[in-house]
């Protein structure tokens, strides 16, 4: 399998003291630890679908929750934090294009019998690909997708949250940066989780191409040193899986808006130009 590395200003400050722990299904944990080099992503492609573009619903039996407490209570559970996880798509894909209509938006909450009622929260955000520390890729603010509310769990199960229909309106329009990883275009999908309990949490999932990081922003500060950081799970504890969540993105890809209205410009001279 090919390998890309992922070079970048991925820089964690806060180091493992993240709060929270992905909990797998079985009770095993896996530690957050800041990202201080380079990551690698695999490059198995994105199973298209028609208008799926990015698809990484392959549950792994972990799940993540980014506002709950660290070991030992410190850093505590804050649920203003939230987890951002990035969608490569390939340019075998975009064709060309640098951005994605998107019409649907779907993640997986993984709950355990007895989970505590959540709200759960999806944004979507850009990415830069030269940046300074502590300042990291993610662009902030993020845009807000939608909120949808679950009662308590009455028993395990992965609840599909999801905005937006199958070759429905565009929810929003990504421009894409097609600079951070060669031969992808990318942008970030976030997640927040109104309840702090371990019980509910992100699913962890394979199935689509994805770099082994995710991004966390942390407006109280409770859990890092800046408002946004870089992580990655550690593979101290094998099968660990990577860095990557339950999405599924379906849509339609585009030139950016800028691009477009250039392109429309540019389309009107040229008949201007055979009328004269």
Sequence with gaps: MRVVVMVGALVALSGSALGGTAVHDNGATLDVRGVFGPVQMSTGLADRGGSILYNSSTETGFRYNPGGAGTGGVPPADNARTAYDDIPISDAILEGATAIDVCRVTVGIRRIAGAPATDVSVFWSTLSTTVTAPDTELDLPSNLIGTQSFGAAAASTTQLVTFGASGGPTLFT???????????????????????????????????????????????????????????????????????????????????????????????????????
Excluded: C, K
């Design 174 to 276: 990504a421009p894409l940066n097609t600079t951070l990883i060669s031969g992808f275009g990318m942008f970030t999908i976030g997640v927040n989780l109104s309840s702090t309990d371990s019980l509910n949490g992100w699913r962890m999932a394979t199935g689509a191409a994805n770099a082994n990081i995710f991004w966390m922003h942390d407006p109280g500060l409770t859990g890092q040193a800046n408002p946004e950081a870089a992580y990655l799970f550690s593979q101290a504890t094998p099968p660990n899986p990577n860095a990557q969540f339950y999405i599924i993105i379906e849509g339609t890809a585009v030139p950016t808006p800028g691009s477009a209205a250039l392109l429309g410009l540019a389309g009107i001279a040229a008949i201007r130009r055979r009328r004269a």
